[in-house]
C-alpha cells in the first residue's frame, strides 16, 4: 500500500476551505475511485489527471487507486483541484513524501499534455491559503498576477506537471510573484456632453458625494441613460481593501484579466431590461455564482428601463440595498457575496413614451400598471428622484457646462468630510449610517428638522424615508462645505425624495 497527500482549497462564495486530497494505492484491479462530493468537473478529472501524468513522462499506477478529498462533506466543485490530485498520485506511486508538497497549496486545471490552465477563484483561494498559516501557494501561470496581490504568502506560477514535478525534486525553480500592470483607465463619460437638466446634473454630483441611489424619469431622449453613465467618473477610486474585494468577486466569476487583474476603479454594471433573477443576484446549479448586484460591489449597479423588468427581479433587490450583501443558498451550501453598490433606475414615464408628454396615448390603467412595477417599499429605499423635462432649442447654444474633473473634486471634498465624521462609527459614506445615530448623536435641533416633521405628520414619507432625507442632507451640507445640515439642506433632501414620476 502506498499513500500520497497534497492539498487544495474549496471556494464557496468567496470563502475558502483548505481541502486534503489523499490518493491510495492498493492490490486489486485497476481503476480510479473518487470520492468526497465531486462535482460532475471533479469526476471529470480522473481522465485528464491520468492522462497528463502520462504525458509528462510519469507512470500511472496500474492498480486499485482511491482518490480521497476531504472535508468529506464539503461538496467539491470544480477543476482547480486537478494539480493536487496528480500530485497526490505521483507522490503515492513514487512512496515519495516531498517536503515541498507538505507545505504547498496547489490550484490548477490540467490539460491532457499535462499543461496547466487557469482557473477562477485564485485570489480568495491564495487569500485562505494565508489565514491558513500555509507558507507557499502554487497557481497556473496565467493566474500569477492575480495570486500576487496577496501579500505576506509566497506565491509561484507553473506552466506544466512536469516542471512542477521538477520542482518538488529541487531540479527546477517556478515563477515567482510578479508585480501586476496598471490597467490602462477606460476613458469615461464627461459630464459636460449632458446638454442642459440642471437639476439631475446636481442630483447625480450628490448621488456620488454621499454614494445614494438615484431615480431617473423622463421622455427619451432627455439624458436618463447619459447621467448614469457619467457616474461612475465622479466617483473616486478604490481603496486597496476595496480593490480586493472588487477584485475577489470578479475573480470568482471569471472576469479577470490575466496581466492586470486588480480593479481600481468603481466598477458599472448595467443589466439588460430582460435579465432573470438569478443573473442580478446571482444564482446556478451547485454553489451559486455572484449576480450584476456582486459584480456592481462598491460600483454602480444602473438598470435602464426598469419599467421593463420583472416584478420578482425587481423585489429581489430589496435584501442588497438594506445589508450591502446577499446570501444565497443552493444545494452545494450558502454563498455570500457582497453588494454594496449604488443603485441607478431609469424609466418612462409611461409605456408610449412620446417625446412630447402631451402626445401621450396611453390609458391611465396602462399607466397605473406601468408605475406599479417599482413597489412601495423598494422604491422607499432609493434616496433621490428626479423627474427630466424635455429640453428646449436653447440648449444648441454653447454653454460653459462643468466637467467630470471640476464636480468630481468636489464629490472627494465631500466623501472626505463625511469619511473623518463617521471614521469612529466605521462607516465611510452618508449612504452607509444608520437612522438611531442620526437621530440620536447626530439629531438636528429642532428648527432644522421641520420640514422632515411636518412630511411625517402628513403621511407623506415613512420613517426610513426620514432617515435616508437626513442623509442626503448631510451630504448636501458636504458639498456645501458646512459641518451640519441647515434647514435648507433638509428641505431640498425632502424635495429629491417627493420628486419623480414613478414614486
Known amino acids: ?93 513514487t512512496k515519495t513524501a516531498w517536503a515541498r508538497l507538505e507545505k504547498t497549496v496547489l490550484l490548477g486545471e490540467l490539460s491532457l499534455d499535462a499543461r496547466v490552465r487557469p482557473v477562477h477563484g485564485v485570489l480568495p483561494a491564495v487569500l485562505a491559503a494565508k489565514q ?92 436618463k441613460t447619459m447621467l448614469a453613465q457619467r457616474l461612475p467618473g465622479l466617483l473616486p477610486p478604490l481603496s486597496h481593501g476595496e480593490s480586493l474585494e472588487v477584485t475577489a468577486v470578479h475573480s470568482v466569476a471569471g472576469l479577470l484579466a490575466s496581466d492586470t487583474p486588480l480593479i481600481t476603479r468603481p466598477p458599472f454594471v448595467a443589466p439588460h431590461h430582460t435579465s432573470s433573477v438569478a443573473s442580478l443576484v446571482g444564482g446556478g446549479s451547485g454553489m451559486a455564482r455572484p449576480g450584476a448586484v456582486s459584480r456592481a460591489h462598491r460600483g454602480v449597479l444602473f438598470l435602464d428601463e426598469f419599467a421593463e423588468m420583472g416584478t420578482s427581479a425587481l423585489e429581489a433587490l430589496r435584501t442588497p440595498l438594506e445589508d450591502g450583501e446577499i446570501r444565497l443558498a443552493r444545494r452545494d451550501g450558502v454563498a455570500c457575496y457582497p453588494a454594496r453598490f449604488q443603485l441607478v433606475l431609469a424609466a418612462n414615464p409611461c409605456p408610449c413614451a412620446p417625446p412630447n408628454p402631451v402626445d401621450c396615448m396611453c390609458s391611465a390603467q396602462a399607466k397605473l400598471r406601468y408605475r406599479g412595477k417599482l413597489s412601495g417599499p423598494l422604491v422607499d429605499r432609493v434616496d433621490l ?52 445615530l442620526l437621530r440620536r448623536e447626530f439629531r438636528l435641533p429642532r428648527a432644522t428638522m421641520a420640514p422632515l416633521q411636518d412630511a411625517l405628520d402628513r403621511g407623506l414619507i415613512s420613517m426610513r424615508g426620514a432617515d435616508r432625507c437626513l442623509r442626503v442632507a448631510w451630504t448636501l451640507a458636504d458639498l456645501a462645505g458646512r459641518t451640519s445640515p441647515a434647514i435648507a439642506d433638509v428641505a431640498t433632501a425632502l424635495s429629491f425624495r417627493q420628486a419623480g414620476g414613478m414614486s
Open 132 to 223: 491558513e498559516g500555509w507558507p507557499t501557494v502554487v497557481v497556473p501561470v496565467d493566474n500569477l498576477a492575480e495570486a500576487s496581490l496577496i501579500d505576506g504568502i509566497e506565491v509561484l506560477g507553473v506552466n506544466t506537471l512536469g516542471q512542477l514535478l521538477a520542482w518538488f525534486e529541487n531540479k527546477a525553480d517556478l515563477a515567482a510573484r510578479i508585480a501586476a500592470g496598471e490597467r490602462v483607465a477606460e476613458p469615461t463619460a464627461d459630464l459636460a456632453d449632458v446638454v442642459g437638466q440642471t437639476q439631475a446634473r446636481y442630483a447625480v454630483e450628490v448621488a456620488a458625494a454621499g454614494a445614494h441611489h438615484l431615480m431617473l424619469t423622463g421622455p427619451p431622449g432627455t439624458g
Open 385 to 436: 428622484r428626479v423627474e427630466l423635462n424635455p429640453v428646449s432649442a436653447g440648449v444648441f447654444v454653447p454653454d460653459a457646462a462643468e466637467s467630470s474633473a471640476a464636480v468630481r473634486e468636489r464629490v472627494a471634498v465631500a466623501r472626505f468630510a463625511a469619511e473623518e465624521r463617521w471614521r469612529s462609527h466605521g462607516i465611510r459614506t452618508n449612504a452607509e449610517v444608520n437612522g438611531p
Open 1 to 93: 500500500m502506498s499513500l500520497g497527500r497534497a492539498y487544495s482549497v474549496a471556494v464557496r462564495g468567496l470563502d475558502g476551505v483548505i481541502v486534503e486530497i489523499e490518493a491510495d494505492i492498493s492490490s486489486g484491479l485497476p481503476g480510479v475511485h473518487l470520492v468526497g462530493l465531486p462535482d460532475a468537473a471533479l469526476q471529470e478529472s480522473r481522465d485528464r489527471v491520468r492522462a497528463a501524468i502520462t504525458n509528462c513522462g510519469a507512470n500511472w499506477p496500474m492498480s486499485r487507486l482511491t482518490l480521497a478529498l476531504s472535508p468529506a462533506t464539503l461538496r467539491k466543485v470544480g477543476s482547480a483541484y486537478d494539480l493536487a490530485l496528480a500530485s497526490a498520485v505521483l507522490s503515492a506511486n
